[in-house]
């Protein structure tokens, strides 16, 4: 009508005026609960303390994976053993070798890494926060920040030179509903190396590109004594895990071929019974090297049944 005002732009001034409270009630909301998760967060992070394995805490590296019920299991306690030998060595060789997360005086994760001189970078054997309770507070992230320290220092490993990068070769060795490895370096910044999906790095010198160099592969030398044999040649492993799928492997074998003798050979014990049958590490039956369950749970795409182990240096 003439000379009357309308009232729609009053009304969508309202609404204008509420919409943009609302607006600001939600941002501030986020605003609030991330500050919130983040607070949470770093009050859990606060918690964990990562420290270097040395002679007085070994056992805590030890035994820090076995789920609590196996520790009494005779298979564990042997797994147990020989990794307790592979890390006295990995002491004595390179002083510093892997990181523990403590919460409070509990352990609760570790990383283990070792120097390959002829490549000038430190590979990561292993990372692992083995309790659900105690995943996503940043503890992996925080023992990779830790071994990032470590590595920014001159290394006698290396004369003295910076490391080029970490790399990780990484396997499924994850619990159902854990986080695999694989994806946690990833969202860290590790890249893919060469061809191969699991074989990852994390440069530490501007520019540097991780070229796997080929690695020989360890062949078992057939002897005539293995025939009508299972042959098991194992030894200190940085897996506890490692004699127990061994032990399965037997239980196997025991199966398929019963009564057949089986033959346990320590390289530790042994090495001559072991440096006559080309370094191979694994089974043997029928003087035919088999795949393990080792081997199967790692899912070595690069290694066949007929070959064993790569030795890392
Ligand atoms: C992978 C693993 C080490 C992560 O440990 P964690 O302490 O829980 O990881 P963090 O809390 O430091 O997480 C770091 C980042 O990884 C990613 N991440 C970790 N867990 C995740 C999950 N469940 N979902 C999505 N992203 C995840 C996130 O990007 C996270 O950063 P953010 O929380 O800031 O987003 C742990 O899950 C594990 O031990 N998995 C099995 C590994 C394995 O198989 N090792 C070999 C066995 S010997």
């Not at 609960?33 to 009050?43: D, S, T």
């Not at 120097?115 to 054997?125: A, C, D, N, Q, T």
């Not at 990484?170 to 060469?194: L, M, R």
């Not at 074989?199 to 025939?227: A, C, M, N, S, T």
Request: charged share 30%; hydrophobic share 35%.
């Amino acid at each position: 009508m003439k000379g009357e005002k309308c009232p729609k732009p009053r009304i969508y001034r309202i609404r204008f005026a509420v919409r943009l409270v609302q607006l600001f009630a939600t941002v501030n909301r986020h605003i609030f609960c991330e500050m919130a998760n983040w607070k949470e967060k770093e009050n859990k992070m606060s918690k964990i303390s990562i420290r270097d394995v040395t002679y007085e805490n070994i056992e805590d590296l030890c035994s820090v994976c076995i789920p609590p019920d196996k520790r009494n299991d005779p298979k564990f306690i042997a797994g147990i053993e020989e990794k307790r030998e592979w890390a006295i060595e990995m002491l004595r060789l390179w002083d510093a070798f892997a990181k523990l997360a403590y919460e409070e005086s509990a352990v609760v994760g570790f990383i283990q890494y070792e120097p390959v001189l002829k490549e000038g970078v430190v590979r990561i054997h292993c990372i692992y926060v083995p309790e659900e309770e105690h995943w996503r507070k940043g503890i992996a992230r925080q023992l990779v920040s830790g071994l990032l320290e470590e590595m920014k220092k001159p290394k006698a490993w290396f004369n003295n030179q910076p490391v080029l990068a970490l790399v990780t070769k990484t396997f499924p060795g994850e619990k159902p509903g854990q986080y695999p490895a694989h994806s946690f370096f990833i969202k860290e910044g590790f890249k893919q190396a060469g061809e191969d999906p699991d074989l990852l790095y994390y440069p530490l010198k501007e520019g540097f590109v991780y070229q796997p160099l080929e690695e020989k592969e360890v062949e078992y030398i057939p002897q005539e004594e293995d025939k009508g044999k299972g042959l098991i040649i194992y030894g200190p492993s940085f897996c506890p895990f490692a004699y127990a799928f061994l032990k399965m492997t037997e239980q196997a074998i025991k199966e398929i071929a019963p009564g057949i003798p089986i033959r346990w050979i320590d390289k530790s014990k042994e090495p001559e019974e072991v440096k006559k049958r080309g370094y191979f590490e694994g089974c043997v039956v029928n003087a035919k090297p088999i795949m393990s369950f080792t081997d199967l749970r790692t899912r070595d795409r690069t290694r066949t049944c007929k070959k064993g182990r790569k030795p890392h240096n």
